[in-house]
């Protein structure tokens, strides 16, 4: 018997025997319970595709309350407040932050294929987008000025990558992606600003092979960087960091107009701190999911969680 | 049946949902308790799939693929669970062998290989142990587990690679025992 027989015998053999034969009865109780006071929803506001499992850094998938509820944990947690000035949102920037905040004071989430904004207390809920397409994973730009969001016009058509301004004016086509986004999640396809707002990343494919793009807003033009998925431009605008290599299961960095790509770890979820290194997660040599940093060049690796518990999504 | 069944669900007929829920829950619940490694959180894992599948399950265009679109909705609500509570002190609730698996079970792992094994596929990633579980667990090819997991057969061809490659590097050595002699044991 050889190594890969024996080895899924093994797996299967130990699956088989730690799975649970039964589930809590409680469960299909609790299911029913909701279920039985909920109508299904109407096809065309159904999910046609599900998105694909992988670990998200922006929560774009779920229920509406979900999206809402993480997308606004992460953007207090993860935004600096300041008095940040937005072109064509005036009446928008009423918020009287208490504290940490997205730039202009609000958050944008996807609901039922449509974009809005929000205050952090849930005030001034104001849908930006109506349209019969489906709008998903808007990203505020660095000055919040604007928004950058995906827009699939039906179920079978391809995605296009939609600029508009923050009070939902002006919706702009940046990139039409003639392709389907089929292979990759939300957050792998997610866009990314650049510091100063002057290029969009994002990850595309068409089925078989994922890459990264860096696209000026401006203009539309884009240029194909590399193999990869979950771009991320470092606080100085000069590198993308990115997930790579077999299976996207390496931490890659390549200069911000796709040169130099090196790899400089193994491991998921790549996002770079504001001084400039790079957290990720990885399993290590016999361990389980930590939190490691490094610097851009591969060197100073080192475990900053290292707990035999799981931590994922450094941010 | 099965299908006339499907059809009703999709419909909006609750006691068809009930009944294909309630046939299917205990497989998905399995799956999601192997892929998080926590009761708990597979439990809600699996009433978050099942509500999902009822309220958009007029999305399901294809009544043959309510299986396969359960495995996704279940995968997909690991995924999420597991993003969630990232940033939550994480309770690890060790799996303990089940004392009435409801199906024939090769015991051919001895208690220490199977500590070993828990601990090794508790080091994998979410994304390698998913894989690993729909193709070794749930018995699906690989091309239906990129088709759940919606990803390119090359990634999870990659995955899998990585996974046992993960796991290999841990296995203590063992004399060859034939497949016929598997799970035997000598007076």
Not at chain 1, 146 to 171: C, E, F, H, K, T
Not at chain 1, 279 to 307: H, I, K, L, R, Y
Not at chain 2, 5 to 27: C, K, N, P, W
Request: hydrophobic share 40%; net charge negative.
């Amino acid at each position: 018997m050889n190594d890969d027989i024996r080895l899924g015998r093994d797996v299967a053999s130990f699956f088989a025997a730690t799975a649970p034969s039964r589930g809590p009865d409680a469960l299909l109780d609790d299911v029913f319970l909701t279920t039985g006071r909920l109508r299904p929803r109407p096809r065309w506001l159904a999910m046609i595709k599900e998105p694909p499992m992988r670990l998200s850094s922006r929560p774009v998938v779920g229920s509406p309350t979900t999206r809402l509820i993480v997308l606004t944990a992460l953007l207090i947690a993860g935004i600096v407040a300041t008095t940040g000035a937005v072109v064509g949102a005036a009446s928008l920037l009423t918020s009287d932050l208490p504290g940490p905040g997205p730039q202009n004071g609000l958050i944008a989430f996807d609901s039922n294929g449509d974009i809005w904004v929000t205050n952090v207390d849930d005030t001034g809920r104001t849908q930006l987008t109506n349209a019969p397409s489906w709008d998903r994973s808007p990203i505020w730009s660095p000055q919040g000025d604007r928004i950058a969001y995906w827009s699939q016009r039906n179920p079978d058509a391809p995605y296009v990558l939609i600029v508009m301004n923050a009070d939902g004016s002006d919706p702009q086509m940046v990139r039409d992606l003639v392709i389907d986004r089929l292979g990759l999640s939300d957050d792998q396809t997610a866009p990314d600003w650049s510091p100063d707002s002057s290029r969009i990343a994002y990850s595309v494919t068409d089925g078989t092979s994922i890459w990264i793009e860096s696209l000026d807003p401006a203009c539309g033009t884009f240029r194909r960087l590399a193999e990869g998925s979950d771009p991320r431009w470092s606080p100085d605008g000069t590198m993308i960091a990115y997930a790579g290599g077999p299976g996207l299961s390496e931490v890659w960095v390549m200069a911000a107009d796709g040169t130099e790509p090196h790899r400089v770890a193994s491991g998921s979820g790549p996002m770079w701190s504001s001084t400039g290194r790079i957290a990720f997660w990885w399993a290590g040599n016999g361990g389980a999911n930590d939190v490691w940093v490094v610097d851009p060049d591969g060197s100073g690796n080192e475990n900053v969680t290292d707990s035999p518990d799981d931590e994922y999504w450094p941010s | 049946m099965r299908r006339q069944t499907v059809e009703r669900a999709i419909q909006g007929d609750h006691d068809a949902f009930t009944e294909l829920a309630s046939a299917s829950m205990d497989r998905q619940f399995a799956i999601a308790t192997l892929i998080l490694r926590d009761v708990d959180r597979a439990q809600d894992a699996v009433q978050e799939a099942l509500v999902s599948a009822w309220r958009d399950v007029r999305a399901l265009r294809d009544p043959e693929a309510w299986d396969a679109w359960l495995h996704r909705l279940t995968v997909r609500a690991c995924y999420r669970l597991a993003a969630s509570q990232r940033r939550r002190d994480l309770v690890e609730l060790h799996m303990m062998p089940d004392p009435m698996p409801d199906r024939s079970t090769d015991f051919s792992l001895s208690v220490a290989e199977r500590d070993r094994m828990e601990r090794e596929i508790g080091r994998l990633s979410l994304d390698q142990r998913a894989v690993l579980v729909l193709h070794f667990y749930a018995d699906l090819t690989l091309e239906q587990v990129a088709d759940i997991l919606g990803i390119p057969i090359g990634t999870a061809k990659s995955r899998l690679h990585y996974g046992s490659q993960a796991l290999r590097e841990t296995m203590p050595d063992r004399p060859t025992v034939p497949s016929g002699q598997v799970g035997e044991r000598t007076a």
